[in-house]
């Protein structure tokens, strides 16, 4: 157990739709990342939240954004959901070291 | 463009024996490297990381090696376990001032490891 946390697991909806993902990094990481895991696409790497602020951004769709909260939790939104935004959504934390740790991921099918 | 690369999508190793896992990769900015153990329906787990100023580390059972002219890494696992059995992630990032890395990983696309008992 890494100790980041994410929910829900799995996410079932319709193209055209818009959901929110919800990530609680581990207690006392102020840094969060967010990635998208497809089958052709492999692990990429879509925006990262330092304490409030938006830190760096990847190839992140305009589709998408993301907030972390001051209570450090962070929530990746999608909208106007494609059948290729399919994927697994992992949210990352790290602490002073910058060694990432992973939670366990919310599965999004797209319909 | 794949900037860090892992071309074996398979190894598969006799317990007890090592295993080798490969990754090479294209930006010269990339400064830290770490690897990563991934499980069917979990995230990945941190492994173990190296920064451009070492050619070694070591954990345990796990050692990355860094070849910095050549632009690769590799992890040995010695001696391998049953419960390796995983996708092994090799991934890179810049580093900052402190050695560490910024964040913003660059993945490869992994090598299924399967250690038969």
């Known amino acids: 157990d890494s100790g980041v946390t994410q929910t829900p697991k799995h996410l079932i909806t319709a193209t055209g739709q818009r959901v929110t993902l919800r990530c609680s990094p581990r207690?006392?990481?102020?840094?969060v990342y967010w990635y998208q895991q497809s089958l052709d696409q492999g692990l990429q790497f879509l925006i990262q939240y330092y304490n409030g602020e938006e830190r760096a951004k990847g190839n992140i769709l305009e589709r998408f954004s993301a907030q972390q909260f001051p209570d450090l939790h962070s929530e990746l939104n999608l909208s106007s959901l494609e059948l290729g935004d399919s994927a697994l959504y992992f949210c990352?934390?790290?602490?002073?070291?910058?060694?990432?740790?992973f939670g366990p991921g919310t599965r999004l099918t797209v319909t | 463009d794949q900037q860090v690369k892992q071309n074996s999508p398979s190894l598969s190793v006799q317990e007890g024996r090592i295993s080798i896992l490969n990754c090479d990769y294209t930006n010269s900015m990339f400064d830290y490297f770490l690897w990563y153990k991934k499980y069917p329906a979990e995230g990945p787990t941190f492994l173990i990381s190296?920064?451009?100023?070492?050619d070694k580390n070591e954990d345990g059972r796990f050692t990355v090696f860094l070849n910095k002219s050549a632009k690769h890494l590799s992890l040995h696992i010695v001696p391998s376990q049953p419960g390796d059995s995983a996708v092994y992630f090799c991934?890179?990032?810049?580093?900052?001032?402190?050695?560490?890395?910024?964040?913003?990983?660059?993945f490869g696309q992994g090598t299924i490891l399967t250690v038969h008992p």
């Open positions: 990352a934390s790290s602490g002073l070291e910058n060694e990432q740790y």
């Open positions: 991934a890179a990032d810049g580093a900052n001032a402190g050695g560490t890395s910024y964040g913003k990983l660059t």
């Open positions: 190296i920064s451009s100023i070492k």
């Open positions: 207690s006392g990481d102020l840094s």
